[in-house]
């Protein structure tokens, strides 16, 4: 495996990027850093142990000196030879004791011998701490890149933002999760986690009420109810049932029943005729009706007022048995427009707008003519309503 990460990323991994002054920087913070704990120890060990009073302090210094080194140098080397075998896929636990070890004897001697300098014990302490944290976030970060550029390792996630974790926890830690096995970016995780989590959602609820249905096949026996309910996969059920479901069909079932109704416009009042007998009246009723604009609007509804209704009843005999005729062949085409039946029945549009509006009132029932047309009052202008014998 070593060998196949010194020779290179394998096809269509993209390599890590060379940090060659980071690293440069990063090694030159650890000389210093490993400097500085040593001195810190060979001050102490100067100091500390009873010295002979004759033995020089240069002298003390070269005898403690090999011992702080190797304290230093240990952590580092054993930390180095963790990092290796994690590399490896190994856990090294050993390794990282030792090195963890190491540097905590090398700090403890900094902060017990300067005890009586808080300043110092603060300083030397704190540097070897330091050193050893920036060792092993650098050691981790170089074990990823190799791991990563040898394809061992998941993709990394997106950096999602504070205001997005606040915002959607559930939906981010989802989307982070799916960025990292599937390696979406952060458009794309977001998306699949907020539509996973809401199939996840409305297939728990579809659930219950499979459960309950199951259950309630079954109220005679209780234990019966429960073994159903308890063999059937009700997941897999709710899944298959939502994947039956015809979106589409409920869609255009609850449109047609959101539309709004047509809006309803009033009839136009019918012109003042002179009186003549009933042949000419109905002549030339049926001329006017042929000779209006057949252009009109098909859906052109007659409002439901029944002082309207009345009006347009015709009061001869011949017109209401015609009108009844007409009728039931245009109940029977309820599909048809009103330009359809006008000309399929040699009227005009009007005439077919008035008779389904005066038959769904209930007006073209009787055999016999509405007589309460004849009662009704004279217009203000004198002249008498005409009638509609069309």
């Known amino acids: 495996m070593l060998r196949t990460s010194a020779a290179g990323p394998p096809p269509g991994t993209a390599a890590p990027p060379t940090r060659v002054g980071v690293e440069r920087a990063a090694w030159t ?3 210093i850093a490993a400097l500085g704990s040593s001195i810190g120890q060979i001050w102490v060990g100067v100091q500390i142990p009873p010295w002979p009073d004759a033995l020089p302090l240069w002298a003390r210094a070269l005898l403690v ?4 080194i190797v304290i230093d140098l240990g952590g580092a080397v054993t930390a180095a030879f963790a990092d290796t075998r994690r590399r490896l896929g190994e856990t090294a636990y050993g390794w990282r ?5 190491s540097v905590a004897l090398a700090v403890g001697i900094n902060i017990a011998g300067h005890a009586s300098s808080p300043y110092l014990a603060t300083v030397f302490g704190g540097l070897g701490i330091f050193a050893y944290s920036v060792w092993l976030l650098h050691s981790a970060a170089r074990r990823r890149d190799a791991l990563r550029g040898c394809g061992m390792l998941r993709h990394t996630a997106p ?5 997005q974790w606040k915002r959607e926890p559930a939906i981010t830690w989802r989307a982070r999760t ?3 096995d599937n390696g ?3 458009v794309e995780s977001l998306t699949a986690a907020r539509t996973q989590l809401a199939a996840e959602a409305r297939r728990a609820a579809l659930a219950t009420h499979i459960e309950a249905k199951i259950r309630a096949r079954h109220s005679h026996d209780p234990i019966l109810a429960a073994i159903a309910a308890t063999t059937t996969p009700i997941d897999h059920v ?7 479901i015809d979106a589409h069909g409920w869609a255009l079932l609850i449109n047609a029943e959101i539309q709004p109704p047509s809006p309803a416009t009033p009839p136009a009042a019918p012109a003042a005729q002179p009186h003549h007998t009933h042949d000419d009246a109905h002549h030339h009723n049926n001329a006017d009706e042929c000779s209006e604009d057949s252009d009109r609007d098909e859906r052109d509804h007659l409002t439901d007022v029944p002082a309207e209704l009345t009006r347009m009843m015709p009061t001869n005999p011949a017109a209401y048995q015609r009108w009844r005729r007409l009728r039931v062949k245009i109940s029977e085409r309820p599909d048809a427009t009103n330009k359809q039946l006008a000309d399929d029945l040699a009227t005009s549009v009007r005439t077919v707008q008035r008779i389904r509006a005066v038959g769904a009132a209930g007006l ?3 055999p016999q003519p509405p007589t309460g047309r004849l009662l009704r009052p004279a217009r203000t202008n004198g002249a008498p309503y005409p009638d509609a014998t069309s």
């Not at 000196?65 to 702080?68: G, I, K, L, N, Q």
Request: aromatic share 16%; net charge negative; proline share 3%.
């Open 178 to 180: 799916l960025a990292i």
């Open 97 to 101: 004791l030792l090195s963890t070890a």
């Open 159 to 163: 950096a999602y933002g504070l205001w």
């Open 364 to 366: 073209l029932d009787s």
């Open 29 to 31: 913070f650890y000389v």
């Open 184 to 186: 979406h970016g952060l």
């Open 238 to 244: 709710a899944q298959q049932l939502i994947d039956m």
């Open 65 to 68: 000196m090999p011992f702080a």
